[in-house]
């Protein structure tokens, strides 16, 4: 099992940035999917990136393609993300979430973070 915990969420002006990071313990996560969900009120969980660095694959959803970024410090065994231009739209809790293979729903990941909220205001 892996625990992970998000930061890094706040409220920013519409264009502005924010960087998440979620910190992982319990195991390293060179051989899981570390993906980015998000959650707006009354909407289900959508997947925002996805990565698996030991596959070399990433996976970004259409509306953050070109603005949001997934990394990962493995010095601090913390997966990052880097949203950029962001819109009012992109308000919602966000969470880090750990999963075996490479999968975009949520049901294929069974280890989640509690949630950091951002909020885009107009």
């Known amino acids: 099992q892996v625990q992970l915990v998000e930061s890094g969420g706040g409220l920013v002006q519409t264009g502005g940035s924010l960087r998440l990071s979620c910190a992982a313990s319990g195991r390293t996560f060179n051989n899981y999917a570390m993906a980015w969900f998000r959650q707006a009120p009354g909407k289900e969980r959508e997947i925002v990136a996805v990565?698996?660095?030991?596959?070399?694959?990433?996976y970004y959803a259409d509306f953050v393609k070109g603005r949001f970024t997934i990394s990962r410090d493995n010095a601090k065994n913390t997966v990052l993300l880097q949203m950029n231009s962001l819109k009012p739209e992109d308000t919602a809790v966000y969470y880090c979430?750990?999963?075996?293979?490479?999968?975009?729903?949520?049901?294929?990941?069974?280890?989640w973070g509690q949630g950091t909220q951002v909020t885009v205001s107009s």
């Open positions: 979430a750990a999963g075996r293979g490479f999968p975009r729903e949520a049901h294929g990941y069974s280890d």
């Open positions: 990565a698996n660095w030991s596959r070399g694959s990433t």
